[in-house]
Nanobody, 124 residues
């Protein structure tokens, strides 16, 4: 089991950019996948992006394509999510999650470990 801690959230003006980070502790195996999700009140947790720990396989949600970049640093055990051209509708709690199956999933139920989340608020 791995432990995840998100950071980097905050208040940002619409049109701006923000980088979220996920610090990972515990044992990370090469087949692990690290994903980012977001959630707003009254809605299901929504998939944003996922990246494999070894070979950098990357998959983005359709809604995130063109405005999001996911990356990982295997040396520092971190996964970052860069969001640009932020919109008020991007306001949400953003979570990082780990999936040990080795298969890319977009459903939150497929992920085993979760961070506590970091709040992103985009003002107009």
């Amino acid at each position: 089991q791995v432990q995840l801690v998100e950071s980097g959230g905050g208040l940002v003006q619409a049109g701006g950019s923000l980088t979220l980070s996920c610090a990972i502790s515990g044992r990370i195996f090469s087949h692990y996948l690290l994903g980012w999700f977001r959630q707003t009140p009254g809605k299901e947790r929504e998939f944003v992006a996922v990246i494999s720990w070894s070979e950098p396989k990357i998959f983005y949600a359709d809604s995130a394509k063109g405005r999001v970049t996911i990356s990982r640093d295997n040396t520092k055990n971190t996964v970052n999510l860069r969001i640009y051209s932020l919109k008020p509708e991007d306001t949400a709690i953003y979570y990082c999650a780990a999936d040990k199956t080795g298969v890319i999933h977009t459903r939150s139920s497929s992920y085993d470990s979760w961070g506590q989340g970091t709040q992103v608020t985009v003002s107009s």
